[in-house]
């Protein structure tokens, strides 16, 4: 075995100056003596030009890995935001750059450093241990180690004498590597195991989110009297430096409008639903479009507490008791006007409807009161009286 | 043992060959026609266009100051962390804090340019909304006497941090918070509705980057006129990799700055951010990016290049008119009022007066202990 053949034959030294080591190793080189590496706890300017060693390969390696989460970060993120499902996000183009740059950075950087520790493991040939053999513990604090293989035909003590006069503080021959016998459990390489273990500290971490979880509603100290408070413009504000002389502007072109809508006349609460219930007579004709058009509204965002058919029954919500929404079919409903139905559909019930008049159009919500009337003409007059779970008149 | 140039043993019987001391004069005398030139020229712009006069007068102070910071700050983490890569080029950093008094000087003479380039310096500031509740902190004898206190703690910690060899973490402390106040006082209340809370950052790593570029520099010049015998082609490689990490940093703060301005789109922040991204400024705000990450991204990236000095002097070159072009966009759109960018005797003079005397203040220390007789290698 090529242990034994090695026996005795290798030797290390350590000391304590950089400028020592890099003297050693030039005397043993040129004795004959083959240098095998060193270990020092930083890199020493000069070492490779000392060991005649080539510039390492691993920066290509690096570069490669680094191109390759490039190409991956931005290919993913524009293919997905500007291709294959292009989504207007705040007014920013679809192919909006800045905002992919963190991603692909980062990306860049953690498949390139990832890579290059992996490729550097490839080449070295290391593996994990569970213990990490260790030539002298020194070379991680303040010592610098070479290790080095005696020339034929030289005995040791003449070398360490030699070495001693460099400034070695101590050198000895190496006994055979007992970590290449693999003898005990500790001696093998760790696998998984290894890797679980070393996950342990992250887990524990985890235990500790809910102590160091702080008050996010509290507002800091204002210790420099609010100075540092960005001066925030606001929307109607006049402007020096935005176009128009004005803070609100023109939103972005393909910009979904309100339709330019007037405001409408009506408040939230009991009285102005009471009013518009009287005032507010529905603009719209019942039309096979508009039927098609309340039903597919009614059906996406209605349906869900109210049923498919208005009788609460298929919805999520039907089982639940007290939190039953009205039943549209009721004769209570089919008793309100138009005008109350379009204000409990656009600032919502008294009770636990939201409004959607931010989510749905002035023409949506008409034309899903109309569709609520056919719910109602369609529905059997007498079971819904009787339907379960229904809270009554309240919308 | 690590790889040094060759230098050709010379016949120093032979006459002929220029001394440092020969250099030196000849330098001296371009340098002081330098400094006579710009002041000139930015004396005449003033008088032709005071707000761009003003504007670049404060460019040119905040420049010299920035340089004369990035050697003490790079003097002062060195000696922090006890590096010993850097002891051969040490020369190159204590040179540069020798700006500092002058730049002291020069920003004092702004008193009587501050009602031009400071919207809180003049008579109405007080109507002016984004200055209520300011104007307490933001007003001339309070500026200036945060001015003059700010350049005594720089040269007071400077001096001993190069003389003495002492204070290099008192230093940074003190550091931190002055030159962000600089920052913030100098810079960012030109455009007193616009602000940043990571504004003195960037202006750290653009100061950062500039002293490793005037560092590498120095080092390679001085190596060339035989003042820095033990430069080697490690510390060039260290420089190399310094630079090339710092002006990736540059480009991440910047990147930080800009992206959340540019996301949130708040009227206040995206306003004077406006003129940079649309119309005349628009080249200059991506040939800024080019001149302090683009290019010397590409030219460094390479192993052989970061120690090839030619490339060094040539991405050092760039990333000093990269800085130059920084702070001007920093200064110029608030002070110029929105008006385009322009490039004339003022600006000139700005640049030819850092020059000067960023020379006349460093070549004494670079002299300093060298013999003035001593000839220059020739063809090293």
Redo the contacts between chains.
């Keep these: 075995m090529a242990t034994t053949e090695l026996r005795n034959s290798r030797f290390r030294a350590s000391f304590t100056d950089p400028e020592q080591l890099l003297r050693a190793v030039a005397y043993l080189r040129a004795a004959g003596h083959r240098v095998l590496d060193t270990y020092t706890p930083f890199p020493v300017h000069g070492m490779d030009e000392a060991l005649d060693q080539r510039p390492s390969r691993l920066p290509r390696a690096c570069l490669a890995f680094a191109a390759l989460g490039l190409a991956l970060a931005a290919g993913l993120q524009i293919w997905t935001s500007a291709v294959d499902y292009p989504l207007i996000m705040g007014g920013k183009p679809l192919l909006a750059i800045p905002a992919f740059i963190p991603v692909a950075f980062e990306l860049t950087v953690l498949l390139a450093g990832l890579g290059v520790v992996a490729s550097f493991f490839l080449v070295a040939r290391m593996r994990p241990r569970w213990r990490v053999p260790d030539l002298h513990p020194g070379a991680n604090d303040d010592r610098f180690i070479l290790a080095a293989e005696l020339a034929t035909d030289v005995q040791f003590p003449a070398v360490a004498r030699d070495l001693a006069d460099l400034g070695a503080l101590e050198s000895s021959l190496l006994v055979e590597d007992r970590f290449q016998r693999g003898g005990s459990f500790w001696d093998r390489p760790a696998g998984v195991g290894a890797l679980l273990l070393a996950c342990l500290p992250a887990f524990l971490i985890l235990l500790l989110v809910p102590v160091l979880n702080r008050d996010f509603q509290r507002r800091n100290l204002a210790w420099d009297g609010g100075m540092g408070a960005p001066l925030s413009a606001q929307a109607f504000d006049a402007s020096g430096v935005l176009p128009g002389g004005k803070v609100l502007q023109a939103p972005p072109p393909d910009t979904l409008s309100r339709r330019g809508e007037p405001p409408l006349a009506y408040g939230p609460g009991k009285a102005e639903a009471d009013r518009a219930g009287r005032e507010l007579p529905n603009p719209y004709q019942p039309t096979q479009a508009r039927f098609n058009r309340g039903k597919l509204v009614f059906e996406r965002v209605c349906a869900t507490c109210h049923g498919r058919e208005g009788d609460n029954n298929g919805s999520v919500i039907v089982a639940r008791g007290a939190f039953a929404p009205t039943v549209l079919v009721s004769p209570v409903v089919r008793d309100m006007p138009d005008g109350r139905l379009f204000h409990i559909a656009t600032f919502g019930g008294p009770t636990k409807m939201k409004g959607y008049g931010d989510l749905l159009s002035r023409e949506d919500r008409w034309n899903v009161v109309l569709y609520i009337r056919e719910l109602q003409k369609a529905a059997r007059p007498g079971p819904t009286a009787s339907t379960p779970a229904s809270t009554g008149a309240q919308p | ?3 040094t140039f060759t230098v050709p043993v010379r016949d120093l019987t032979k006459s002929g060959i220029p001394t440092l001391a020969d250099i030196g004069e000849r330098l001296r005398g371009g340098a002081w026609a330098f400094v006579l030139l710009g002041a000139g020229l930015l004396g005449l712009g003033l008088v032709l266009q005071a707000e761009r006069g003003w504007g670049n007068l404060l460019l040119t102070t905040f420049n010299l100051a920035c340089v004369g910071l990035g050697g003490l700050f790079l003097l002062a983490i060195q000696s922090i962390t006890g590096a010993r ?1 850097s002891d051969p080029i040490l020369k190159a950093h204590r040179a540069m804090p020798a700006l500092l008094p002058r730049a002291g000087l020069l920003m004092l003479l702004l008193w009587f340019g501050a009602a031009t380039l400071y919207p809180w310096a003049r008579p109405d500031a007080a109507t002016h ?2 200055l209520h ?2 104007l307490g ?1 933001l007003n001339p004898p309070f500026f200036f006497g945060r001015v003059a206190l700010i350049f005594g703690a720089w040269i007071w910690t400077g001096r001993r941090l190069t003389q003495q060899g002492k204070g290099a973490a008192p230093f940074i402390l003190v550091f931190g918070l002055t030159f962000s106040v600089a920052n913030f006082d100098w810079l960012m209340s030109l455009e ?2 616009w ?1 940043s ?1 990571i504004f003195a950052i960037y202006g750290f790593s653009g100061m950062f980057l500039q002293g490793i570029a005037i560092v590498t520099i120095s080092a390679i010049v001085l190596r060339r006129v035989g003042l820095l015998p033990a430069v ?1 082609k ?1 510390q060039n490689h260290d420089l190399g990799k310094l630079l090339f990490a710092f002006s990736c940093f540059w480009a ?1 703060i910047f ?1 930080s700055q ?2 959340l301005i ?2 949130a ?8 951010m ?2 940079l991204l649309q119309g005349r400024w628009m080249p200059l705000f991506y040939l800024n990016l080019i001149l302090n990450f683009g290019l010397p991204f590409v030219l460094l ?1 390479g ?1 052989k290049a970061k120690t090839s000095e030619a490339v060094l002097l040539a991405t050092c070159a760039l990333l000093l008119a990269g800085r130059w072009l920084d702070l001007y966009l920093q200064i110029m759109p608030p002070v110029l009022h ?1 008006l385009t960018p322009a490039f004339g005797l003022a600006e000139l003079g700005g640049i030819l007066l850092q020059l000067g005397l960023g020379h006349l203040s460093c070549w004494p220390v670079f002299m300093k202990d060298a013999n003035p007789a001593q000839e220059l290698p020739q063809g090293g």
């Design positions: 043992m690590s790889q890569w909304e984004a509740g300011r902190w007193p509705v602000s809370t080697s490690a991440y990147l800009f992206l540019w996301y789109n708040l009227p206040e922040e995206t306003g004077p406006r003129l990236l192993r929105g």
